[in-house]
């Protein structure tokens, strides 16, 4: 079974911290990805990483950056956190589009900025 | 625009009966759609995927179908169980994109 472990299921923080959320893959797969999910807005695409120290910008980067230094690893980074970052955030990891693979969630990290 | 619409956006049903979720997309070019389930504070679980050229997928009481010509592709829950309650989501892989893009999902309580 394909596990996509998250490092924190809860995390508080304060406005203007630098926040790691780091996400951990077993199946040597080469695509990872970021979202976050808010109520009303469903799930959006921050970042994704299609090899190592590989990255595209999703559809709200804004605010944040990504790390891949090795392969089962994928980092999301908030430079400095605000308020309007409060929500769920969830790593993903699959082979690449088109081989047929699903993709598979880690639980979630509930992150809150106070 | 590339989207994933799903509708209703809730559903209440009792236990037993059979039920259909339904997802709509807007363009047929497509590699393949997947569904998941979602339960309160957690991540998604991958409950069907179908690829392209295939016309369904089943796994116990579910059954997916998807019509790429019409757009569409429904999710059937047979005798449905209090346990299935939880929120439903539909996820295509759009040819050109690298990512699933991701209906808003449909909440479903199956009343005991």
């Known amino acids: 079974d394909v596990k996509v472990t998250q490092s924190s299921r809860y995390l508080v923080k304060r406005t203007g911290e630098k926040v790691f959320l780091e996400c951990v893959q077993d199946?040597?797969?080469?695509?990872m990805f970021w979202y976050r999910q808010d109520p009303g807005l469903g799930l959006r695409l921050i970042y994704f990483s299609y090899d190592v120290k590989m990255k595209e910008k999703g559809d709200i980067p804004e605010g944040y950056s990504v790390s891949r230094e090795k392969k089962e690893r994928f980092s999301l980074i908030l430079e400095s956190a605000s308020t309007n970052q409060t929500s769920m955030y969830l790593c993903?990891?699959?082979?690449?589009?088109?081989?047929?693979?699903?993709?598979?969630f880690g639980n979630g990290t509930r992150l809150t900025v106070t | 625009k590339q989207e994933v619409t799903q509708i209703p956006a809730a559903l209440s049903v009792p236990e037993g009966e059979n039920l259909v979720l339904n997802c709509s997309f807007t363009?047929?070019?497509?590699?393949?759609l997947q569904w998941f389930r979602q339960d309160p504070g957690k991540g998604l679980t991958s409950l069907l995927l179908?690829?392209?050229?295939?016309r369904e997928q089943t796994s116990g009481r579910l059954n997916a179908s998807l019509d790429k010509s019409s757009g569409r592709s429904t999710l059937y829950i047979a005798a449905s169980q209090p346990g299935d309650s939880a929120t439903y989501l539909c996820a295509v892989g759009f040819v050109g994109r690298r990512a699933l893009t991701f209906g808003s999902g449909t909440r479903l309580q199956v009343q005991p």
């Open positions: 363009d047929s070019a497509i590699y393949n």
């Open positions: 179908i690829q392209s050229s295939q």
């Open positions: 993903a990891s699959r082979t690449p589009q088109g081989s047929g693979s699903p993709l598979h």
């Open positions: 199946m040597d797969h080469e695509n």
